[in-house]
């Protein structure tokens, strides 16, 4: 079960207006009415998603009045690790929080990557021995978007979000229902296309800005939505629940309409979506539990909510998990 959860995001808040004045050909009333985001954060030079992870993760062991040495596995789901490849952001985290001996790895799944992360810890809650796992959804996609293209460069944001997830017996509360889905064919409609092991940096990638996000908005678009309300569907049935009895959505954050088009389609209604990219953008794998967390800090959820967690992004890749709050 969630025994802890917890956010950052930066201070600094960059308006729509912001990329209006740096000449892009653009409008407010466009992005507003394309995608719902007002605002995002940039997280400040220097910094990295490690700094982030650890001030989310000190507010989640907060919450869940534990200490560091407590923790059992680390697990950062990322894609803009601190350092290109190694060392992973988990393992400078787990220094950070100062727990020595405990294993530490960073998974990548894009923007589903919180997902895919709750699932892997469930795997290890329910076959290791372990008792306590952090699991950190981070990114600074502001240092891989190209600032001067305006299809992407508007989109995205830099946060992250925390959760603790705890070995328990209950077969009524916690995560009840996990499942990771892929489909490489669709890889080439969101990706980087040089910078890694196929195409090192070099002075041509870089004058290229083939180093940075390269993305077939449309084509995502429809992915999101295609895969996702199958995903949700099989997921409900899977443990005899219907739409009706969800008490939260919390979709990736990627675009409102991507969302309301799920909600839509799945009948839930607008009360039941929680909604916060007009705030952030697309903060990829930390929009799920950086959603939870504001929301839990504001509204705050009720023991026995049902909460329908929904991720989706490049690879292709989604995910759904279903948890019964504590
Ligand atoms: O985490 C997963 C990652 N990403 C996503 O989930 C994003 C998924 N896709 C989307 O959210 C939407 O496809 C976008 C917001 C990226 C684009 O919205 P759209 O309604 O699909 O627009 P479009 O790509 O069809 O473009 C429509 C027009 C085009 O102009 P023309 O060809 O009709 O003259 C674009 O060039 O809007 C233009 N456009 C813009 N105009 C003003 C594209 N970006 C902008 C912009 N400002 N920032």
């Keep these: 079960k969630i025994t802890g959860i917890g956010h950052y995001t930066p201070e600094t808040i960059i308006t729509n207006h912001y990329f209006i004045e740096k000449g892009l050909d653009t409008s407010n009333d466009w992005i507003v009415e394309r995608t719902g985001i007002h605002q ?54 787990q220094e950070k929080l100062n727990c020595k001996n405990t294993p530490a790895f960073d998974l990548s799944a894009a923007c589903s990557g919180f997902c895919f992360a709750l699932s892997t810890a469930e795997n290890y809650l ?56 892929s489909n490489g064919t669709h890889k080439d409609i969101l990706k980087i296309p040089e910078g890694g092991s196929k195409s090192p940096i070099n002075p041509e990638v870089t004058k290229n800005e083939s180093h940075y996000i390269h993305m077939d908005g449309k084509a995502v678009f429809k992915s999101a939505i295609n895969t996702t309300v199958p995903a949700i569907k099989e997921a409900l049935n899977s443990v005899n629940l ?57 509204i705050g959820f009720k023991k026995g909510d049902i909460l329908v967690l929904v991720g989706f992004g490049a690879g292709f890749t989604w995910g759904v998990n279903i948890v019964i709050w504590e």
């Design 242 to 298: 219907s739409t009706n009895d969800i008490s939260y959505l919390i979709c990736h954050q990627a675009n409102k309409r991507i969302i309301d088009n799920i909600a839509l389609k799945l009948k839930i209604p607008n009360e039941k979506v929680i909604i916060n990219l007009d705030k952030y953008g697309n903060t990829s794998a930390a929009s799920i539990p950086l959603a939870m967390s504001e929301f839990n800090d504001t």
């Design 126 to 181: 329910l076959n290791d021995n372990y008792k306590h796992i952090l699991v950190v959804g981070v990114d600074c996609l502001s240092s891989i978007t190209n600032l001067n293209d305006r299809k992407t460069a508007i989109l995205f944001g830099d946060g992250a979000g925390a959760v603790i997830l705890t070995k328990t017996n209950s077969k009524n509360s916690g995560i009840i229902y996990s499942k990771m889905y």
């Design 40 to 93: 995002r954060r940039f997280n400040k030079p220097n910094s990295g998603s490690s700094e982030l992870s650890h001030k989310a993760s000190l507010k989640c062991l907060d919450n869940a009045k534990l200490s560091p040495e407590d923790l059992d596995l680390i697990i950062v789901a990322t894609s803009t690790p601190d350092h290109l490849s190694f060392p992973s952001t988990a393992c400078i985290l």
